[in-house]
């Protein structure tokens, strides 16, 4: 008699952490991996005397599942996914269930979703967040793809995934939609992430070099941020970087820490389709092009030899600059998730999906790298309008916005002179000020590329579109 409820295949510590969640809640597992000694290793170790049980041939392991069987892989995306769901559906039946759980771009899913539902069998690609902790405690899941699958899976997923404050009855795990909608958005979750990281990074700089505020100083800040509307994990994890000494030195580590950021590329792939889409996700994208010039640390170092530009801190008064920091992040926060959610609804609209915006807020409560409180406002916004056009336009965002504007203008105008890169903050006021004007300069933009391109234009008083030959009709001095 088949024996596993589900089967996993990569035993790397994200897919050895969700077996050990899936055994603790109840679930028998079979696992695979490339390697033989990795399973035997992880079943006769971290997984003994759990209901685990480790197999060296796929075959084997599909043998063993119960019907319809859900294979859940595990690996690193790219070719290794397409190879191994060749060998899957070689092994499996009708109706069976292939899951990927791992870090790929919604386009593959769309593909694959379709190639194994016309081999007979059911797809779903499902973002996994919340890093190794979250795997084993509690993650954010995101399943989409194959809309029949969903019944199968659905219990346990919503059992191993975080439950949170006062909707701890409801999991953050929910049907995302059909193909690559889930790993869509886990995609925007993680430019969310950029986003959010950025914006913090350039509060940190700011309170550093503006103010000269040492360490301890900054703990205590983000501590006080952390217990109010900016309360979240990054800025809790945050406020705890500042009080870790290195045992080498004696100093602080974070002031050890090379100043060039690593990428995987999600946030990269959320910009690139931005521009796909023609939507103006500005923010994120400068978290990127911030990653990537701080990567040119060699360049970096030449250039500050040679190039000059003020310099020097803020002398006004203290606590209110805090403050004004403070909403500023804030302010650039909501615009960040406002660019976010523009973005879905586009996609949404490219591809056919039905996404509910306030459940996806829901998955990002817990278990995953943005979970933060003010997601519960986000989740009555769309409660209140499931059409909401953009979170700016939200009474309790708008007034939280209006409310920070002068923080926020004050903050990135010191910034700029004293001679500090704030990327994020700037580029999502400037995202507010273009959205909240009625008239734009493009007029003249248009009138620019009909002039060099005959590209033609639209009219505010006459309907039509309109070409001028620009050199016959200007008129000379």
């Known amino acids: 008699m088949s024996k596993h409820d589900i089967g996993l295949v990569g035993l790397a510590v994200m897919g050895q952490n969700l077996v050990l969640n899936m055994a603790n809640n109840g679930y028998s597992v079979g696992v695979y991996n490339r390697t033989a000694a990795t399973t035997d290793e992880f079943t006769s170790g971290n997984a003994a005397g759990k209901s685990v049980e480790g197999y060296h041939e796929l075959e084997d392991l599909v ?31 009708p109706g069976d269930i292939i899951i990927d759980g791992g870090n790929t771009e919604f386009a593959d899913t769309n593909r694959r979703t379709k190639a194994v539902e016309e081999a007979g069998l059911q797809y779903i690609g499902t973002g996994v967040s919340g890093g190794e902790e979250g795997a084993l405690k509690g993650p954010s899941i995101m399943p989409g793809g194959s809309v029949s699958a969903w019944p199968e899976v659905k219990e346990i997923f919503q059992k191993i995934s975080a439950k949170v404050g006062d909707n701890a009855d409801i999991p953050c795990c929910e049907w995302v939609g059909p193909a690559g909608a889930g790993h869509y958005v886990k995609m925007v979750h993680n430019g969310i992430e950029y986003g959010d990281m950025q914006l913090i990074c350039e509060a940190y700089f700011i309170l550093k070099h503006a103010l000269g505020l040492s360490n301890d100083e900054l703990y205590q800040v983000f501590k006080n941020w952390n217990e109010g509307v900016l ?180 903050v990135v105008s010191a910034a700029v002179e004293l001679g500090l890169p704030v990327p994020g903050f700037s580029a999502a006021l400037s995202y507010y000020d273009s959205y909240r004007r009625e008239r734009l300069p493009a007029n003249l933009l248009q009138a620019q590329r009909d002039y060099f391109g005959a590209h033609t234009y639209k009219r505010l008083d006459q309907e039509g579109t309109f070409h001028t030959d620009w050199i016959r009709e200007r008129k000379l001095d």
């Open 231 to 410: 309360q979240s994990y990054l800025i809790e994890i945050t406020r705890d970087i500042f009080t870790v000494i290195d045992g080498g030195t004696g100093d602080h580590l974070v002031d050890k820490i090379m100043d060039t950021a690593g990428q995987k590329g999600t946030g990269k792939w959320m910009s690139q389709h931005a521009l796909d889409l023609g939507v103006p996700t500005t923010l994120i994208t400068e978290a990127v092009y911030a990653r990537c010039i701080s990567a040119q640390k060699e360049a970096r170092t030449r250039a500050s030899e040679v190039l000059s530009g003020p310099s020097g801190t803020y002398d006004g008064d203290k606590d209110q600059f805090i403050d004004d920091v403070m909403q500023a992040l804030y302010a650039s926060k909501i615009c960040s998730y406002a660019q976010g959610y523009v973005q879905l609804d586009a996609a949404a609209e490219e591809f056919g999906w039905d996404l509910n915006n306030g459940d996806i807020a829901l998955l990002w409560r817990g278990g995953c790298i943005i979970r933060a409180t003010f997601l519960e406002n986000i989740k009555a916004a769309f409660d209140k309008n499931a059409n909401l056009e953009n979170l700016l336009l939200d009474d309790f965002f708008k007034a939280a916005v209006e409310s920070a504007q002068p923080s926020w203008r004050r």
């Open 63 to 93: 043998a063993n599942l119960k019907t319809p069987r859900k294979l859940m892989m595990m690996i690193k995306a790219g070719p290794a996914v397409d190879k191994f769901i060749e060998q899957a559906v070689k092994v499996m039946s």
